[in-house]
């Protein structure tokens, strides 16, 4: 188990900071320039937090009150960066044995060729990296950070200079080679995709803060603040008043309409926010039975925006039965696949 908790003053902000990564991979999303580097840095012993203590297991990495600040060779932490930082007049074998100390030759050939057998560049030991595509040398700097076995891996948005296939490629080997190894891992990453698809549990970090750690289900379905709720994509959002309980169901006055929403620990007349994820909302022909739904109202789509691939669709409810305010251009977002949009020939 890896425990982090670091204070340390930047220049906008005061990063503070507490939370247990045990074996998995635990993302650290946020927006760019919230602290998720900085906190990789503290861990990786790059850079000296303020105060706090940094612990794997047993081992103290760093406990400012006694003054432990173990350096970046001595905590067993394999980092991969942004950039691969690979040196260009050595040759991939090269490159990945650099961390390599205190071993016989055939022992530092041996691992070389594990690491590189491991992210899938069997036959390019000897290859330079300005023969290599973006994906590979991604690929060699996985290697280098896995060659020396380390007790922690640090990914700071390792994809993030990489086109979509290849990206997607090394997702899928990052997560077959972390589920092998059991360590825990850090992984940086501003996309939200990335972090689900990836992360045994994410730590939402804003402005140095940790807003909320828990499953990527959690974090997305239920998150603790609206602040959380934006920065995981949502867009709908109304002001209402609880009226009620009903066993596992909770009832709230949105202006004019009553919304049924998941149980949650509030009082009746209690002034609340009410979220409703873009993509979690069914669209129903007018033409077609909408049967016994829940939460169902009648609008007119008065724009939409597509990448090719999903459509965002933005609704206005009639007067009488708004969301928002009447002056809003509207009241609902709704993300659909491009092909639900086809099959329902709406527009």
């Given amino acids: 188990m890896l425990h982090v908790c670091v204070r340390h003053r930047l220049e906008n902000f005061l990063l503070d900071l507490e939370f247990d990564a045990p074996p998995g ?5 946020g927006h760019s320039g919230a602290g998720k580097s900085i906190t990789m840095a503290c861990v990786a012993g790059l850079k000296t937090p303020d105060a706090g203590r940094i612990t794997l297991g047993e081992q103290v990495l760093f406990d400012a009150k006694t003054g432990v600040n173990l350096p ?8 991969v960066m942004q950039d691969y930082m690979l040196f260009p007049h050595l040759s991939v074998a090269q490159n990945v044995a650099f961390g390599l100390m205190g ?45 020396t076995r380390p007790k922690i891996l640090l990914l700071d948005e ?31 990453t501003h996309d939200l995709a990335e ?28 998150p ?34 009553t919304l049924t929403a998941p149980e949650f620990p509030v009082e009746a007349g209690q002034e609340v926010t009410v979220a409703v994820r873009s993509e979690r909302i069914m669209l129903v022909r007018k033409n077609r039975p909408v049967g016994r739904r829940e939460n169902t109202v009648h609008g007119r789509i008065v724009s939409e925006m597509t990448d090719g691939f999903n459509y965002r669709l933005f609704v206005c409810l009639p007067d009488g039965a708004r969301f928002r305010h009447a002056k809003a251009p509207h009241d609902l977002e ?8 086809q099959r329902l020939d709406v527009a």
Avoid: C, W
């Fill in 72 to 79: 970046p060779q001595q905590r067993s932490v394999g980092y």
């Fill in 224 to 257: 603790v603040n609206r602040q959380v709720a934006e920065l995981t994509g949502g867009r709908n959002f109304y002001r209402g008043r609880v009226i009620g309980q009903n066993g596992q169901t909770t009832q709230v006055q949105v202006g004019e309409v």
């Fill in 158 to 188: 390792p994809f993030s200079a990489l086109d979509g296939p290849t990206r997607e490629q090394l997702r899928r080997d990052v997560h077959r080679l972390q589920r092998s190894l059991n360590v825990p891992a850090l992984f940086v």
């Fill in 103 to 147: 071993m016989s030759k055939k022992e530092k050939a041996r691992r070389v060729q594990l690491a590189l057998a491991q992210v899938r560049l069997e036959g390019a030991a000897n290859r330079m990296p300005a023969d290599l595509s973006g994906g590979q040398q991604q690929r060699v700097a996985l290697a280098r950070a896995l060659v």
């Fill in 25 to 29: 991979i635990t993302a650290l999303f």
């Fill in 195 to 222: 972090a689900y698809l990836l992360a045994d549990q994410i730590a939402v970090i804003e402005a140095g803060r940790l807003l909320q750690l828990g499953s990527p289900a959690q974090v997305v379905n239920r």
């Fill in 334 to 341: 709704i993300t659909l696949p491009a092909y639900v949009y």
